[in-house]
């Protein structure tokens, strides 16, 4: 018989590995018996490919976001969401009110966790990743005993285990972005940058974790190198899992769910801004971001931002705009690893790129070796530590239960 019922929604394959995934292994751990499921919710970023990757999850069952969409309609909860002795259901990414209707419809308790601050109405109780976040959250009003730092969910995914064989010397891990619009132009720049390297290292191992959420045709057309020239990028064929460039350049294509197992082993990463970069901060690799400003308006925006760009004729040079005047006035570093210790760890480089000024900068990395191991050394010393989930499944465990669950 199954024991307690457990629901976690989310919203998008970023929080599906790096949240939902740990705390599905944490309450396998401490309810192995325990029915857990994950409930999609809406999300203008979503590719559509969430079922799938929260499939490979070990959950007892998996509501796409249409299915939500339709139970909702109507005041149910999907098919297969049921209450029960204590139920709890877990916002994991995306708007908590999605979480805390859920809640009512199974008479469960709601719970949240968040990067930033939140007030939603109706949570049992919101967990954060850091004290900072803690007190925004307290100054929207919530009350001290309603949000608890447990930390940062995502050193838990980057744990996870896998072998990737023997690492390159150097071991090189390329991070082409998981938006369609953008990856297009940014894969030709990264097999571009891989060509220059490999003219250098010839023993380098080129790795591209390949993200679930860009469609076939995204990444064929990048490594066709169609839009090759925002960048100054290449082009290649596909050969099994692999890319061979233009010039005979060798790059493999890893399923994203190895990505972790190839940052404990990588000598440096080329990336954009975004949550990879904790990533890679978390597993210690010392890398280069890259925010390029060579045409603004393929840059994807979150918010008021993404709609804007939607409007017709005015949208494209509006967005183009806005994204320069955004960067023109950042006063602060694009790399979560440089924003959460104060430090420069990872190299950042924002403006007109091009591959060999990048390839430089990495270049630079792989031959001081000294910089590198004072790098890796004060991002693992300065990064989040695992063991969040554990604590939020305890926490979650506790407040339903009672103290002293075991």
């Known amino acids: 018989m199954a024991g307690r019922r457990v629901v976690l929604t989310s919203n998008g394959p970023g929080e599906l590995y790096t949240w939902v995934r740990p705390v599905v292994d944490a309450w396998r751990r401490a309810e192995p018996d325990a029915d857990v499921r994950v409930v999609l919710v809406p999300c203008q970023f979503a590719a559509g490919g969430e079922p799938e990757i929260a499939r490979t999850f070990d959950v007892a069952g998996v509501t796409t976001v249409a299915q ?10 999907p098919k297969g969401v049921e209450g029960g002795p204590g139920a709890v259901v877990v916002s994991l990414g995306g708007p908590g009110a999605h979480a805390t209707a859920l809640a009512r419809r199974i008479d469960a308790p709601a719970f949240k966790y968040a990067f930033v601050p939140a007030r939603v109405r109706g949570l049992e109780r919101l967990f954060v990743h850091d004290d900072a976040t803690r007190r925004k959250t307290r100054l929207l ?77 995204t990444v064929q057309a990048g490594i066709d190198g169609d839009l090759r020239a925002t960048f100054g990028g290449t082009g290649g064929h596909r050969d099994g899992d692999r890319v061979v460039t233009e010039a005979g350049t060798v790059v493999e294509l890893a399923d994203e769910g190895e990505r972790y197992a190839h940052m404990r082993v990588a000598d440096v990463a080329l990336t954009i801004p975004g949550t990879n970069t904790l990533e890679l901060g978390i597993a210690g690799v010392p890398s280069v971001v890259v ?116």
């Open 68 to 77: 939500f969409v339709a139970a909702g309609a109507t005041g149910r909860a």
């Open 141 to 217: 009003g919530v009350a001290p005993d309603r949000v608890e730092v447990i930390g940062n969910l995502v050193a838990d995914a980057v744990q996870a285990g896998g072998d990737v064989g023997a690492p390159g010397s150097p071991h090189v891990l390329l991070m082409a972005g998981s938006r369609d619009a953008f990856a297009m132009h940014l894969i030709p720049f990264v097999l571009a940058v891989a060509d220059r390297l490999a003219q250098r290292y010839p023993g380098a191992r080129f790795v591209w974790p390949v993200p679930r959420m860009l469609r076939p045709e």
């Open 291 to 406: 925010l390029p400003l060579n045409r603004p308006e393929v840059i994807p925006l979150e918010g008021p931002g993404h709609w804007l760009s939607l409007l017709p004729l005015v949208g494209v040079p509006l967005k183009r705009r806005a994204v320069r005047l955004f960067v023109e006035r950042l006063r602060y570093p694009v790399s979560l690893p440089n924003q959460f210790s104060g430090e420069a760890l990872m190299v950042e480089v924002k403006g007109v790129i091009d591959p060999d000024g990048v390839a430089a900068r990495l270049a630079a990395l792989i031959d001081d070796s000294a910089d590198r191991a004072h790098r890796r050394e004060r991002l693992l010393a300065t990064m989040p530590r695992p063991g969040a989930a554990d604590r939020l499944v305890e926490r979650v465990r506790a407040l339903v239960d009672g103290p002293g669950t075991p």
